[in-house]
């Protein structure tokens, strides 16, 4: 599966490409900032300062309009006061609307997008695979069978059927404890971090079908190569020539599909926390729909989480397209919400 | 008569798919938590009353029985009955079809004439200032979130220069169309049209934008360097004509069917981009009647999105045909 050949491959992509590059980082950034998240973070992100709500970021000021009225003199005299909010270092993206550190809510939202993305993808892969596998190798009425029944899948646009399985599921969240906090590394961050269960399998089991797709096509063509005959020919059973055979010699366009999908289930996962429908509040679509009744005081709310996500989407998908380039499996990746 | 009966085959496969979809949809009832009858029944229902309506709504039937009773009711156009709004569903949801419709046209046409030309262009002046400013563009595109980007551009057009409406959808089309081809044409209609679409158009058809232009200007890469192009050069054809008429032909092809692909995408973006600029679409219907846990307008509305999916891939894989004679309509 990962021979010389595709490691000089990837290597000589990667000195390329300048995309390449910046893709890798922008990655890493993501995936080593939502791994370390209690360490990156300066604040815990869940701790509302109502006194010190609204702060701008590093560079911006805010100016507040207050309307009093004093008794002077036994007549009522209005005063209007116009005050400065600045950006202190100790926020440097700001506080939203409760005071909470919205620098810390980025970092902590990184974790929420990149383990819906990961785990999601891991459960489309694993149902998208095998069903597609099954259905190459099979052939007949079975693969007839599956394939209708992704055609059905498919005819549900993803993010519909997502908020409908939500809708009748419920929004269940898991709390994981946080090791570093546990392990006492690290202290005043939040102890749990919130899984939004529901999520993670609603996003897996609606992009299931583009994994069985290709799966099926790569499986197709590999049945009826000389090895698998071979195999055949010696008394392998199915599920050992499948294994054995098939899968590793499918793993190329699953891998690069698999870093796209991550990016598109980022994306999918964002929106349904903009709409309400995931199970936790500390992700970046949740941080930008709080953000949109402050539009016209406070930007920030909704900028920031929206940049975050360009970014990591970015960085995913010049991955992805860093390895298609690199391996080229000859498929169409683009994957969408 | 190739077309006639590729039609046929195309339209009963689909019918299947559509057959699958009501399935689906019918079986989501039996998958959620609480009985629909806790929708209906007062709160201090007596077990007479709940039996009572059970029997009214049929739930006391076996399953496929309840099952063919809601497959004759849809062929007869019944959706069933909105308790929470007290209303038919088939009605509420062809009320909703037309925002909607209208939404994704709206995007997908803006997304196509802006983004052809510049993948176009990129793909022409590869490597020039122009080509570096599109692939960012269009990589940007694909990275973006669609609501937030709807955000960004209320932030930025309707908050601070106040130029647009940014919610609810002011005038429909047909108004427009009524108002302009009139005996008093009058044009005030399609600039208020404009203000209200715009910018859900815009943030809904950006995605696809991008899409397009990267698959553009890839494909226009890969067919220039064509033998057959050379040849068109070499026989003195305009470069014009060997661009648009000989390369950009056999470049949407493949870009014709991604975009078959992504029609869920769009239909799945229009459903978030409503619920920004709250346009009273399919979308905004879907969100609203889960919040209230209206499920038979939740079920209506599940099954006439999944129906013009499919509608809208047949009419995906006809235009492919056109495109690409090589491509036999079987």
């Known amino acids: 599966m990962v021979s010389p050949r595709v490691i000089r491959n990837l290597k000589r992509e990667f000195r390329r490409s300048a995309l390449a590059k910046t893709g890798l980082l922008l990655a890493f950034i993501v995936v080593f900032v939502a791994i370390f998240a209690p360490f990156v973070a300066p604040h815990n992100p869940t701790t509302q300062n109502l006194d010190n709500s609204r702060q701008p970021p590093l560079g911006f000021t805010r100016t507040v309009e207050s309307t009093s009225s004093e008794l002077v003199n036994g007549s009522v005299v209005i005063v209007n006061e116009t005050k400065q909010v600045n950006a202190t270092t100790e926020h440097p993206f700001g506080t939203d609307s409760l005071g909470r550190d919205m620098f810390s809510r980025v970092v902590y939202g990184a974790r929420t997008s990149l383990l819906v993305g990961i785990l999601g993808t891991l459960l489309a892969v694993t149902v998208g695979v095998t069903v597609g596998l099954t259905a190459g190798y099979k052939r007949g009425r079975l693969d007839d069978i599956l394939m209708r029944s992704a055609d059905i899948s498919l005819s549900f646009p993803s993010l519909v059927l997502a908020i409908a399985l939500i809708g009748l599921w419920g929004r269940a969240a898991v709390e994981v404890p946080d090791p570093w906090v546990v392990l006492g590394l690290v202290d005043g961050m939040p102890r749990e971090f919130v899984l939004p269960g529901t999520v993670i399998v609603v996003v897996g089991l609606v992009n299931w079908v583009w994994f069985a797709r290709v799966a099926r096509g790569e499986a197709l063509s590999i049945r009826e190569e000389e090895y698998v005959k071979a195999a055949r020919a010696i008394g392998a059973s199915d599920l050992r020539i499948i294994w054995r055979h098939v899968l590793p010699n499918a793993a190329t366009p699953i891998l690069v599909l698999g870093t796209i999908q991550i990016a598109a289930i980022i994306l999918l996962e964002s929106s349904l926390s903009f709409l309400g429908f995931s199970g936790t509040t500390l992700s970046w679509g949740f941080d930008i729909s709080q953000g949109r009744d402050y539009l016209a005081s406070a930007w920030w709310i909704s900028t920031i989480p929206g940049l975050a996500i360009v970014v990591a989407v970015i960085g995913i998908n010049l991955l992805g397209d860093w390895l298609r380039d690199a391996l080229d499996p000859g498929i169409e990746g683009e994957g969408g919400v | ?330």
């Open chain 2, 1 to 330: 008569m190739a077309l006639g009966r590729f039609l046929l085959k195309r339209s009963l496969q689909g019918l299947l798919v559509v057959w699958g979809v009501i399935t689906v949809v019918f079986l989501l009832r039996f998958v959620t938590p609480g009985s629909p009858i806790d929708a209906v029944a007062p709160l201090d229902a007596t077990q007479e009353t709940r039996r009572a309506i059970a029997a009214e709504l049929g739930l006391d039937q076996p399953l496929h029985m309840q099952y063919l009773t809601y497959l004759f009711d849809l062929i007869q156009g019944d959706m069933g009955f909105s308790y929470v709004r007290g209303v038919d569903v088939v009605g509420l949801v062809f009320l909703k079809v037309p925002a909607t419709v209208e939404l994704a046209v709206a995007a997908t046409v803006v997304a196509i004439v802006l983004s052809i030309p510049l993948g176009v262009i990129s793909a022409t002046r590869r490597n020039q200032p122009i080509d570096y400013g599109a692939t960012i563009f269009s990589l940007g595109g694909i990275s973006t979130p669609n609501f937030w980007l709807g955000i960004m551009m209320i932030l930025v057009l309707a908050v601070q220069f106040d130029i647009f409406h940014t919610s609810g959808r002011g005038v429909t089309s047909f108004n427009v169309a009524t108002s302009i081809l009139g005996p008093e044409p009058f044009f005030g209609t399609l600039i208020d049209w404009l203000s209200y679409i715009t910018l859900p158009a815009l943030s809904l058809g950006t995605y696809f934008m991008a899409l397009i232009t990267r698959l553009t200007r890839s494909g226009m890469l890969d067919q220039l360097g064509r033998s057959y192009i050379r040849a068109a050069r070499a026989k003195g054809l305009p470069e014009t004509l060997v661009r648009y008429k000989h390369a950009l032909r056999n470049t949407l092809v493949p870009v014709v069917t991604v975009l078959g692909l992504q029609l869920g995408t769009l239909i799945g973006g229009a459903v978030i981009t409503e619920a920004v600029f709250s346009w009273p679409g399919l979308g905004t219907l879907v969100i609203q009647s889960i919040n209230l846990r209206d499920w038979p307008a939740l079920q209506g509305s599940l099954i006439v999105i999944g129906t013009s999916f499919v509608i809208v891939n047949i009419a995906v894989d006809v235009i492919y045909a056109y495109l690409d004679p090589r491509v036999a309509y079987d």
